[in-house]
């Protein structure tokens, strides 16, 4: 078993959460957690609902495909491997710097991995902004992943900006 | 109890202010006083029975400076007097002038009360042994945080504590700056000219923008509170000149805001811009400072409170004074 979030796009009327959740149900998974985000509407009037599963690795792609082919918008779908996890931003040219090379860094690692990364890109040449979320086995090795992620952006010249 | 008051910029001004105003409220507290002078960067007034500080403010208002009577280096020489109260500007770099009037009065055993940052960033532990040697005192609240208390709120009311961590908000400036950004979604250059005409920001904004500001009043505060014994240099520092709307609007989708922080550990000193969840207590706007202080006994203790401003100012010098003179604080 591992465990997946997935972030879907649910239209605000009945019937539609059930849609997602019966594939679950019969792929023997398990739901852990089912939040509504009634505070984050999508400009379409849709809302984001994330939700958390236990199920057989094997049938991870199979979910997803289920999923959407019920025509829900899955929005992020991710397999959780690690029990820590933080947010940076980076600001700066990530793309034209290889961003391969920049989340390469963090998942070659072994212990800390890039599990989610929105970039929003204002013009061309403009530096742009990642919002990358990074995980790891422990703290400490959190800690080691965010310094070495620091590291490589400096040698790019791509800000960090750190948690708190 | 005999004051002289060098620098008459808008915190000296503010300070007598407090001194006329409040005068029946504060002789209940410390006792007669008499201001016996006063300086700014171009002259000074005297009296040893006392000046007529309305006077003295109408006489800057009209003129812009002071007559040349006495200047600071005289007074902090040779005048008789028991407190200054220093409040001339900031040099981060090599302390002065402040830094000569505080060592000329600490070896003469008069107690000092200041809010100019650059003498405490330059030589902290050597004012410190100074003014024990010479059975004086050098009180510095009013130069971290402005009104907010910070030092005797981790001196005297948290005593018996060791402080672990700081961190917080300690530049009105970048708060605003920042706070507006993350509301108005717009660059950070358009909010910088909304600042300088409102007047929060300098027309030369360098000292607030990159850091400095908070980066000493951070040294101030890990060597009071936490015992060490850090120079400017030590602190490692990132500006916000670099943030952009869109770092604003990816950070909000995920429910965080940036703000520029100061933070001091037994590891590192670092002011940088750092993500903020929005419900967090340091996710604060306008020109607000803010202090988380994590200590061994009382976990967590914050304080928010107006970081700059003349009265704001008086507030924390006028609240050591009071120390200066009660049994608590000693």
Known sequence: MINLTMVVELEDKPGQLIKVLEPISKLGGNVVSVTHRRDEVTPLGRIPVRIAVQIDESKMDRLLREIEGRGIIVRSFNRVRHAVATSLLLIGHIIHTDLRETVDAIDKTGFAEVVEMRIVMPELNKPSTAFIKVSAVNEEKLKESVEILKGVCKSKGIKVIEPL | ?330
């Open chain 2, 1 to 330: 109890m005999r004051i002289a008051i060098v620098g008459f910029g808008s915190v000296g001004r503010g300070v007598a202010k407090v001194l006329i105003e409040k005068r029946s409220y504060l002789r209940n507290l410390i006792g007669d006083y008499r201001v016996v002078a006063v300086t700014d960067s171009k002259g000074g007034v005297y009296d040893e029975n006392g000046l007529d500080l309305r006077k003295v403010l109408e006489i800057k208002r009209r003129k812009g400076s002071l007559p040349e009577e006495i200047t600071s280096i005289e007074v902090v020489r040779d005048l008789d007097f028991d407190v200054c109260i220093e409040v001339t500007p900031t040099n981060v770099e090599s302390g002065e002038p402040g830094l000569t009037h505080i060592r000329e009065c600490l070896k003469r055993g008069i107690d000092v009360v200041t809010s100019n940052k650059g003498p405490l960033v330059v030589a902290f532990r050597e004012l410190m042994d100074l003014a024990e040697k010479n059975d004086a005192r050098l009180m510095f609240e009013a130069t971290v945080g402005g009104a907010m208390p910070v030092i005797k709120l981790a001196k005297v009311d948290l005593a018996g504590n060791e402080i672990i961590s700081v961190k917080g908000i300690l530049n009105g400036t970048c708060n605003y700056i920042l706070s507006r950004m993350e509301k108005e979604l717009l660059p950070y250059e358009m909010i910088l000219e909304e600042a300088k005409e409102l007047g929060i920001a300098e027309r030369d904004p360098t000292y607030d923008v990159e850091g400095i500001d908070a980066g000493a009043k951070l040294v101030i505060i890990a060597n009071a509170l936490m015992g060490l014994n850090a120079k400017f240099e030590d602190v490692e520092r990132v500006g916000i000149s670099d943030l952009t709307p869109e770092a604003f609007k990816v950070a909000l989708e995920n429910g965080y805001t940036i703000r520029l922080i100061a933070e001091a550990n037994r590891e590192y000193l670092r002011v940088s811009p750092r993500l903020i969840p929005l419900n967090h207590p340091l996710a604060i706007y306008g020109t607000l400072n803010a202090l988380e202080i994590e200590t061994d006994l009382a976990g967590e203790v914050f304080v928010i409170g107006k970081g700059a401003g003349s009265v704001e100012t008086a507030s924390a010098i006028i609240s050591d004074l009071i120390c200066l003179k009660s049994l608590r604080c000693s």
